[in-house]
């Protein structure tokens, strides 16, 4: 297995893999790694029913012998699709079909080989679930993992697969991401991968994406995914290393003099996504909402029936803040070709601590304007002062036709300024 790289007691990248499948030996590998979750913190918390499934020999293709594992708000034929939630455990019908990314990458050759928890129906940012538990962090003992994906980047974190499939509707993949330093790329809301076979949160914001432990991964499943040659590009880098607000200034400097009066800062960007993210998120949840309250995670709740409280102003200046927000994202994205922004304002907050309101909408002021734009975004990770892994994402253009030679660009750039590199 020369070149291929070990991770923990796994085999933590595609070529360890594919050299497994060469030798006919994946089913035997997982198989391993079923009898070693016994002793892994946070197996439970992390995976739906707190196992593996068993695993056929791969089929040939691109991804041919890599296992993956995929967050519990896709359809899995003959399964049940939950969200990590009670409310779906007495409603919910085995899937009569595949999810398309469940299709494409078992097309693929990728071996599907569990489902993973998450913040309930994916309404959060720090992996907390009060049916299933909180899921640690493998690489800061102590450490929140981050969420909605949070089991999804246990998985990888900790070594058991080298890819899992996750959603971002306001960071879900992102915030796991960088506090488990891994790279994650969010897709825009529009693919089939976002929308077919998915349960739903807010379908205007809402994302498939993955996370991986290799950046040589990450690039051969945009490269797969047809998000470029990998060639490069002449795109100029834009570099903010904090976001204290965006000012008229900014805003002229990206082609949007239409906003020289507007007093744009984060927290009118929050406040626009949380209008928008809730009341969406109502319309999927109304029938059920006070009917079954008992059944919800109170947090929750609370963040969907706050939409019940939105005036029709408040909607209002949402969808224009939205508009304009977009429309000056699409401009600086045209000149400079992406923007770079930290993912998160440090590193995974401690267990003990958590994360409430406030420091929810103080990482939602990093994810939430690309979310709000619908941009894909790559996060990247990196070693903080300390050892502590945090990120950088890179706002890509909304066509994913070049996503793989701007993030090569800007990943050689980060590089070259002396950012400490995670693989």
């Not at 906003?259 to 406040?271: G, S």
Request: aromatic share 8%; glycine share 12%; net charge negative.
């Amino acid at each position: 297995m020369s070149g291929a790289s070990f991770h923990g007691d796994g085999f933590a990248d595609f070529a360890a893999w594919r050299a497994l499948a060469a030798e006919g030996s994946t089913p035997a590998a997982i198989r391993r790694m079923q009898e070693r979750l016994a002793g892994m913190d946070g197996a439970q918390q992390a995976l739906a029913g707190g196992k593996l499934w068993e695993a056929a020999e791969p089929r040939d293709g691109p991804l041919g012998g890599v296992p993956w594992v995929l967050k519990d708000l896709f359809d899995v034929a003959g399964m049940r699709t939950l969200a990590s939630s009670r409310l779906l455990e007495s409603l919910a019908s085995p899937a009569e079909s595949d999810a398309a990314v469940v299709r494409d990458l078992k097309q693929a050759g990728a071996v599907l080989i569990g489902k993973t928890h998450l913040n309930e129906f994916a309404y959060g940012l720090d992996g907390v679930n009060p049916h299933f538990g909180t899921v640690p962090n493998p690489l800061v003992p102590g450490a929140l993992a981050g969420g909605s994906s949070s089991g999804s980047a246990w998985a990888v974190a900790s070594g058991l697969v080298p890819l899992a499939v996750g959603t971002d509707t306001g960071g879900s993949i992102r915030v796991p991401a960088a506090y488990c330093g891994l790279y994650g790329f969010r897709m825009v809301p529009e693919h089939a991968w976002s929308r077919e076979g998915a349960f739903p949160l807010a379908p205007r914001f809402d994302t498939a994406g993955w996370l991986a432990w290799h950046r040589r991964d990450m690039v051969e499943m945009l490269r797969w995914m047809g998000a470029g040659s990998g060639a490069g590009c002449g795109a100029g880098l834009a570099l903010a290393p904090e976001l204290p607000g965006l000012s008229s200034g900014w805003a002229e400097e990206a082609g949007c003099g239409e906003l020289a009066d507007w007093k744009a800062d984060t927290a009118d960007l929050v406040t626009a996504f949380n209008v928008l993210q809730s009341s969406a998120a109502y319309e999927v949840h109304s029938r059920w909402l006070h009917a079954n309250r008992r059944d919800y995670d109170p947090a929750t709740w609370g963040r969907i029936a706050r939409a019940e409280a939105w005036t029709g102003d408040e909607r209002r200046r949402a969808e224009e803040t939205a508009a304009v927000w977009s429309s000056c994202l699409e401009g600086w994205i045209g000149r400079h070709g992406f923007l770079v922004l930290p993912t998160v304002p440090g590193s995974a907050p401690p267990l003990r601590q958590g994360m409430g309101d406030q420091d929810r909408e103080t990482v939602l002021a990093y994810t939430a304007p690309a979310s709000l734009a619908g941009h894909p975004v790559l996060s990247v990770p990196f070693e903080m002062s300390g050892g502590f892994p945090s990120a950088v994402q890179v706002i890509l253009p909304r066509s994913l036709d070049r996503a793989l030679d701007v993030a090569l660009v800007v990943m050689a750039r980060i590089d070259a300024a002396g950012v400490k590199r995670i693989r």
